[in-house]
């Protein structure tokens, strides 16, 4: 099954997508963290995509969709994946269905979970980052990681004033997304301002009712 996971940044897409790993036979394929590894291994396309990310745009079609198709190309790929974070606009889209289409493939599913803005605002600027073991955890956590003792850093993409100017891009780009895969017949949409274990319940539900079944 192919599945793509559409929702506004810190909407819980990636706690989602690790679950359906972890349950089905299925890739994660996470434009943001690519992207990320790309910058912290300072590649030409990492170095490129740094200032769009640090500014809380998006990252220009052509190096987003150079990307995912050579991700798609490799074999883990043909048993199911699951997209977070691509496509992030109409022509992406058109651009993945192209790419599929020469694979021979098709999406089965997008879901869509919905948040309230103030919600994510709040998530996401209380992240923190360890740089030395890559963990992700919350303020919650203190100054200093709890694995290896080193300072948790917030990330430049997660400030305040970036997380706000990201959702304004989103509702502007990404948000008619919904409309097309509605368009396609494909769409499921959940409620995401509930725990994370009953937006996880509706999740198995629709992959199992169309077509999958989870250990």
């Known amino acids: 099954m192919n599945i793509i996971l559409l929702g506004a940044p810190g909407s819980g897409k990636g706690t989602q997508a690790a679950r359906l790993v972890d349950n089905y036979a299925m890739v994660h394929i996470s434009t943001g963290d690519m992207l990320r590894a790309a910058v912290s291994a300072g590649t030409a396309l990492g170095i490129k995509a740094k200032s769009f990310m640090d500014a809380g745009e998006l990252v220009p079609d052509k190096m987003i969709i150079d990307l995912i198709k050579d991700r798609l190309g490799e074999d883990d790929t043909k048993n199911g994946f699951i997209l977070d974070g691509f496509p992030r606009s109409t022509s992406q889209a058109i651009a993945l269905d192209e790419q599929l289409a020469e694979l021979s493939r098709s999406l089965d599913v997008a879901i869509a979970i919905d948040i309230d803005p103030e919600v994510i605002v709040k998530r996401i600027c209380n992240r923190r980052f360890c740089a030395a073991c890559g963990r992700t955890t919350t303020a919650a956590e203190g100054k200093s990681c709890i694995i290896c003792g080193c300072i948790l850093e917030t990330r430049a993409d997660d400030k305040e004033e970036v997380v706000r100017k990201r ?26 301002n509930r725990p994370v274990d009953a937006v996880w319940d509706d999740v198995k539900s629709i992959v199992s009712n169309n077509g999958n079944s989870g250990d």
């Open 167 to 192: 959702l304004e891009v989103y509702e502007q780009s990404t948000a008619p997304l919904i409309d097309y895969y509605r368009g396609k017949g494909i769409l499921h949409s959940i409620e995401g």
